[in-house]
């Protein structure tokens, strides 16, 4: 008895030197695993930086394509269309000469004198000078007589009965429009067709006519 009572605690001694190796292999084991997810997320780690630079590159690169392109617009406009104010302005021209001619026109002490023909003159050919000028420009008048209304060109400033033509024909042009390529820089102010009213107190006269028959 004495001897398995002595026996017991050298067991017990191996069985606990067991249990410490187990745990001292667990540990190595798992320190083993943390190195390894390490050394492949070291190994993943470039591969996404260069992801990331590669997707910063091309959006780097499409602002650039797309700033360039704003600018080779903007650079095309200017180049176009640098004038636009400058052309606009110089319409008043053709605007004074026009009103000119009207007044001298209606001037009754200068009507059938020499004085009014050569005025006149003088004022046509400085008026086809400027539009000869303007074309060259690529000013171009908006031909509207006898169109149909086009808001895109045209604004309507009166209507005007007439039964020979559809209604919203241009049958007037009482400002000239123009334009500057394919920009439009005034609009034609025109008056249009409409048909002919028939007014009340005729239909009411026509009805007592009628009834007194």
């Not at 091309?58 to 104010?85: L, P």
């Not at 000869?132 to 808001?151: A, E, G, H, R």
Request: with cysteine; net charge negative.
């Amino acid at each position: 008895m004495d001897k398995e009572q002595e026996q017991k605690p050298e067991n017990d001694t191996d069985s606990s030197e067991i249990k410490t190796d187990a745990s001292v292999v667990e540990n190595q084991t798992d320190i083993e695993f943390d190195k390894e997810q390490k050394e492949e997320q070291n190994e993943n780690a470039p591969e996404e930086k260069i992801k990331e630079l590669e997707d910063k590159l091309t959006r780097t690169f499409a602002e650039m394509e797309n700033q360039r392109r704003r600018f080779e617009k903007e650079k095309d406009d200017a180049f176009e269309y640098g004038g636009f104010s400058f052309a606009k302005e110089a319409l008043n021209l053709i605007d004074n000469l026009a009103r000119s001619r009207s007044i001298l026109e209606s001037d009754e002490t200068l009507n059938n004198t020499e004085a009014l023909k050569k005025t006149l003159d003088h004022l046509d050919v400085i008026g086809k000078d400027l539009i000869s000028i303007f074309t060259k420009n690529n000013i171009k008048q908006i031909d509207c007589l006898n169109k149909k209304l086009d808001p895109n060109f045209h604004q309507a400033m009166m209507e005007i009965e007439d039964d020979q033509k559809e209604p919203g024909t241009i049958v007037q042009e009482i400002q000239k429009g123009f334009m500057i390529k394919d920009r439009l820089l005034r609009p034609s102010l025109v008056g249009v067709s409409k048909k002919t009213e028939i007014k009340e107190e005729k239909n009411q006269e026509n009805k007592e006519n009628l009834g007194n028959l």
